[in-house]
């Protein structure tokens, strides 16, 4: 169970593709003008990204290892092209509002990389959640920015007018730039803040047990929570 | 006609730029625009298999998939055709000119999941797009606008990539915060740039 925790975790925050590895950017910056727009592009993406990750998985042992590349892109295009129809028949509004990034999800090199790092190597169910924990990672971080983008861009939230007050540089291109820059550099302050009173606190557990190695008051700590 | 080649040449390289507006290719933007050189080399790559993807797809597109009413299997296509030529090219430049390969080599296999290649491919048979490039109506698109688009959306993703690679130069050397160092001041430094082509969206 631990195992597929830390997966999840992974994939969700410390590995998070967009403010992280700074992965799949061209439809992070496109489709955060509005909050539904990124809710919409991170969900798409998970499904594909659940969907080719199962099936490559379940086809690790077949697929020979000289010609995986082509054969994960032909499983990634399939799934992106049942996607594209489903949209087009049951969600036509995001199906258009998504325009031409609705095909390059294709090139989306966050599918490609977790095809090729994990799912190419581990069983159904790791990869599963693996493509479920990136993916809904994908998508926290898109309606974070499309939140923020809307809000001061067009003073909606989520499609309902909050204030007259507009800012039209963030919902110009500029403003894509500039939003996504803050929120990796306040993602990397927080992160850097946290690993460093883990680290401090995983100090402070060695150093205690060394002057006094009976009671071990770590390990209780540990039981009590 | 002319017209319309101009507006097709200033649409691809200034008002609908690939990077700074269309948001298209922004992993080697980030990722390869360390130095000037690089810059130029990937700009050229990409520019290059562009046009000869665009060469294939276009009419491919209109000529087998159209006429056989399988439209819906133009990702699987398309991204088949462009990985097929990037490896093509990669061979070819390999055995006409070592040195060449040397300095474009690492970045061919990187341009098959380029986002912008398999944009101008889907851009072009689009039928939301005519009226950007100035076209009354989408059956006015042809080959030959098809190819010039091509050619010039990839100058124009040059454009940005030798401007982006130029400044980033000059960031290495100044002292910012450590939080911002990377990505973020690239970011903040596009959206300047960016700011500066908005210009060309007013005209």
Same mark, same amino acid.
């Given at each position: 169970?631990?195992?597929?925790?830390?997966?999840?975790?992974?994939?969700?925050?410390?590995?998070?593709?967009?403010?992280?590895?700074?992965?799949?950017?061209?439809?992070?910056?496109?489709?955060?003008?509005?909050?539904?727009?990124?809710?919409?592009?991170?969900?798409?993406?998970? =499904?594909?990204?659940?969907?080719?990750?199962?099936?490559?998985?379940?086809?690790?042992?077949?697929?020979?290892?000289?010609?995986? /590349?082509?054969?994960?892109?032909?499983?990634?295009?399939?799934?992106?092209?049942?996607?594209?129809?489903?949209?087009?028949?049951?969600?036509?509004?995001?199906?258009?509002?998504?325009?031409?990034?609705?095909?390059?999800?294709?090139?989306?090199? /966050?599918?490609?990389?977790?095809? @090729? =790092?994990?799912?190419?190597?581990?069983?159904?169910?790791?990869?599963? /959640?693996?493509?479920?924990?990136?993916?809904?990672?994908?998508? =926290? =971080?898109?309606?974070?920015?499309?939140?923020?983008? @809307?809000?001061?861009?067009?003073?909606?939230?989520? !499609? /309902?007018?909050?204030?007259?007050?507009?800012?039209?540089?963030?919902?110009?291109?500029?403003?894509?730039?500039?939003?996504?820059?803050?929120?990796?550099?306040?993602?990397?302050?927080?992160?850097?803040?946290?690993?460093?009173a883990?680290r401090a606190r995983k100090a402070r557990e060695l150093r205690v047990p060394a002057? !006094?190695?009976?009671?071990?008051p770590g390990?209780?700590?540990?039981? @009590?929570? | 006609?002319? %017209? *319309?080649?101009?507006?097709?040449?200033? $649409?691809?390289?200034?008002?609908?730029?690939?990077?700074?507006?269309?948001?298209?290719?922004?992993?080697?933007?980030?990722?390869?625009?360390?130095?000037?050189?690089?810059?130029?080399?990937?700009?050229?790559?990409?520019?290059?298999?562009?046009?000869?993807? *665009?060469?294939?797809?276009?009419?491919? #597109?209109?000529?087998?998939?159209?006429?056989?009413?399988?439209?819906?299997?133009?990702?699987?296509?398309?991204?088949?055709?462009?990985? $097929?030529?990037?490896?093509?090219?990669?061979?070819?430049?390999?055995?006409?000119?070592?040195?060449?390969?040397?300095?474009? %080599?690492? #970045?061919?296999?990187?341009?098959? *999941?380029?986002?912008?290649?398999?944009?101008?491919?889907?851009?072009?048979?689009?039928?939301?797009?005519?009226?950007?490039? %100035?076209? $009354?109506?989408?059956?006015?698109?042809?080959?030959?606008?098809?190819?010039? #688009?091509?050619?010039?959306?990839?100058?124009?993703?040059?454009?940005?990539?030798?401007?982006?690679?130029?400044?980033?130069?000059?960031?290495?050397?100044?002292?910012?915060?450590?939080?911002?160092?990377?990505?973020?001041?690239?970011?903040?430094? $596009?959206?300047?740039?960016?700011?500066?082509?908005?210009?060309?969206?007013?005209?």
């Amino acid at each position: 169970m631990n195992k597929y925790v830390k997966t999840a975790v992974d994939g969700l925050i410390t590995n998070n593709a967009t403010f992280k590895l700074v992965l799949g950017t061209c439809a992070t910056l496109a489709l955060t003008t509005s909050a539904i727009n990124g809710v919409g592009m991170g969900l798409s993406v998970t =499904a594909v990204l659940l969907l080719s990750n199962v099936v490559i998985s379940l086809l690790r042992k077949v697929i020979p290892n000289t010609v995986r /590349i082509p054969a994960f892109i032909v499983i990634i295009a399939t799934m992106v092209t049942i996607l594209r129809m489903a949209l087009d028949k049951f969600l036509p509004d995001l199906y258009d509002s998504m325009g031409v990034f609705l095909p390059l999800i294709v090139v989306n090199c /966050i599918i490609l990389g977790r095809a @090729e =790092a994990f799912a190419s190597k581990q069983p159904v169910l790791d990869s599963a /959640i693996d493509g479920v924990a990136t993916g809904l990672g994908f998508t =926290a =971080a898109l309606t974070i920015m499309g939140v923020i983008r @809307e809000l001061l861009g067009s003073g909606s939230f989520f !499609g /309902i007018q909050l204030w007259d007050f507009k800012i039209g540089f963030f919902t110009s291109s500029a403003g894509a730039f500039f939003v996504y820059g803050m929120c990796i550099a306040l993602f990397t302050l927080i992160s850097n803040r946290v690993e460093y009173a883990h680290r401090a606190r995983k100090a402070r557990e060695l150093r205690v047990p060394a002057e !006094g190695p009976l009671d071990a008051p770590g390990i209780s700590a540990k039981e @009590e929570a | 006609m002319l %017209g *319309t080649i101009i507006t097709i040449i200033v $649409a691809a390289l200034f008002s609908q730029n690939f990077i700074l507006v269309k948001f298209l290719g922004i992993c080697p933007f980030l990722g390869v625009s360390k130095k000037t050189s690089s810059s130029v080399s990937m700009g050229i790559a990409v520019t290059l298999v562009m046009v000869l993807a *665009t060469l294939v797809t276009y009419p491919l #597109y209109e000529y087998i998939l159209v006429p056989l009413k399988i439209e819906y299997l133009e990702i699987i296509f398309f991204i088949f055709i462009i990985a $097929a030529l990037v490896q093509m090219l990669e061979k070819i430049i390999e055995k006409l000119s070592p040195s060449l390969y040397q300095t474009m %080599g690492i #970045y061919l296999p990187l341009i098959t *999941t380029n986002c912008a290649i398999l944009g101008v491919a889907e851009l072009v048979i689009g039928s939301g797009f005519y009226a950007d490039i %100035g076209l $009354a109506a989408a059956a006015d698109m042809n080959l030959w606008f098809a190819l010039l #688009y091509a050619l010039f959306a990839g100058l124009g993703f040059t454009l940005a990539m030798v401007l982006m690679g130029g400044m980033r130069e000059r960031i290495e050397k100044l002292p910012i915060a450590k939080c911002m160092k990377g990505f973020p001041i690239t970011m903040v430094a $596009a959206c300047f740039m960016a700011m500066a082509f908005y210009v060309f969206t007013l005209i």
